[in-house]
Nanobody
């Protein structure tokens, strides 16, 4: 059974930092692409950052709006993906969700965590 459990959200002032964590289980974490998405009220869900599997080189990509401020990383030994968020802005306020693109025979599947609220005050 695949589980993704996010933590680390909260309320922070503009300019502050938060680190989100997503603990994964039920699939081969090291072989999976892990991503963070966010959805603000009244807006579409958007991809914030992703990191490929170890076999694919662990490459990362970011939304233009967070480049230089956010960093995604993963710890295969702990089956955990992180999102370090610095220089937070009020427009970063959203529910952040962890996504796994994992091989569950016989195909690749997408799984989602429950989400964690990030609120940035002016």
């Amino acid at each position: 059974q695949v589980q993704l459990v996010e933590s680390g959200g909260g309320l922070v002032q503009a300019g502050g930092s938060l680190r989100l964590s997503c603990a994964a289980s039920g699939f081969t974490f090291s072989s999976s692409t892990m991503s963070w998405y966010r959805q603000a009220p009244g807006k579409e869900r958007e991809l914030v950052a992703s990191i490929t599997s170890s076999s694919e080189g662990g490459g990362t990509k970011y939304a233009d709006s967070v480049k230089g401020r956010f960093t995604i990383s993963k710890d295969n030994a702990k089956n955990t993906v992180y999102l370090q968020m610095n220089s937070l802005k009020p427009e970063d306020t959203a529910v952040f969700s962890c996504n796994a693109n994992a091989w569950i025979w016989p195909r690749w599947r997408d799984f989602w965590g429950q989400g964690t609220q990030v609120t940035v005050s002016p």
